[in-house]
């Protein structure tokens, strides 16, 4: 197969298995020869789908893999990144619908606002100064691979698990919090489950930001002003199950919370 072809197959692969809801085994198993770049130029083809073919819009990035007890849960130890689509979005308070999902996780999180164009290789100072806001957010991951089990490439190519996020209210001037380490919570029905730090969210989440911002150069992408950034999960991930509320607090941030049905 030439590689355009080979880039459409695979990213189609993945766009059915999301939509039959059903998981597959990881791609390299079938193709030992995904490496990261391919896995990169799949999951640009997967969001031109999605776009094109789903009237979706590009809002965002989420870092994935910044925090130890992340790497550590997945086996994968180097920082990914993913796009983040109009369609998965949820309303903070609101119920995520379990038929719609495979095996869906949720992880606790802090998301920026960037109301600058971010591009180059910013300091974490330097990007932080491009955020009008910060606030306390969850994502839900929903691996298309069997029992979350991949490799960085393969997980690379399925948009780094995305499936939706939620954000709490933003609180505005991030530069004036300190968000070096701040104590982060998820409960389940109000029973503690995950403590966190914003430490471990890449020892700093505006250097996960930053770090975001360089790996996309090199990819000759930039963040746009406007755009959301989830900057990886604090804690390892818990599995959403239905009549379930979860909720995430973040000192200083405040709450966010979503049901599962
Ligand atoms: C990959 C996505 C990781 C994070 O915040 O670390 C991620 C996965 O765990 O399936 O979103
Ligand atoms: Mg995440």
């Not at 965002?60 to 007890?69: C, E, I, P, R």
Request: charge should be negative.
């Amino acid at each position: 197969m030439q590689l355009p072809q080979k880039i459409e197959h695979l990213a189609r692969i993945l766009d059915q298995t999301r939509k039959a809801k059903k998981e597959i085994v990881k791609l390299t198993d079938n193709y030992p020869e995904l490496d990261l770049k391919l896995a990169y130029q799949v999951q640009d083809r997967g969001i031109k789908i999605r776009i094109e073919e789903q009237g979706e819009k590009i809002i965002g990035y989420k870092m994935g893999l910044t925090s130890k007890a992340k790497m550590k849960q997945m086996g994968v130890a180097n920082p990914i990144y993913g796009v983040l689509t109009s369609s998965m979005q949820w309303q903070h308070a609101s119920q995520v619908e379990m038929d719609h999902l495979i095996h869906p996780k949720i992880e606790p999180e802090i998301a920026f606002l960037v109301s600058k164009e971010l591009s180059g290789r910013p300091t974490a100072d330097q990007a932080l100064q491009a955020c009008s806001a910060v606030c306390a957010a969850m994502e839900i991951i929903d691996s298309r691979y069997l029992n979350f089990n991949f490799t960085l490439p393969d997980v690379v190519a399925d948009n780094c698990s995305s499936c939706g996020f939620v954000l709490g209210p933003w609180i505005k001037n991030p530069i004036q919090i300190d968000l070096s380490n701040l104590g982060m919570l998820l409960e389940i029905d109000e029973k503690a489950s995950q403590f966190g730090s914003s430490a471990a969210i890449y020892e700093h989440p505006a250097q996960s930001l930053a770090e975001l911002v360089t790996m996309l150069d090199q990819q000759g992408k930039k963040i746009e002003a406007g755009s959301i950034v989830l900057a990886g999960a604090a804690t390892a991930a818990i599995p959403l199950q239905r009549n379930q509320t979860f909720k995430t607090t973040v000192q200083e941030l405040g709450s966010v919370w979503i049901g599962a049905i």
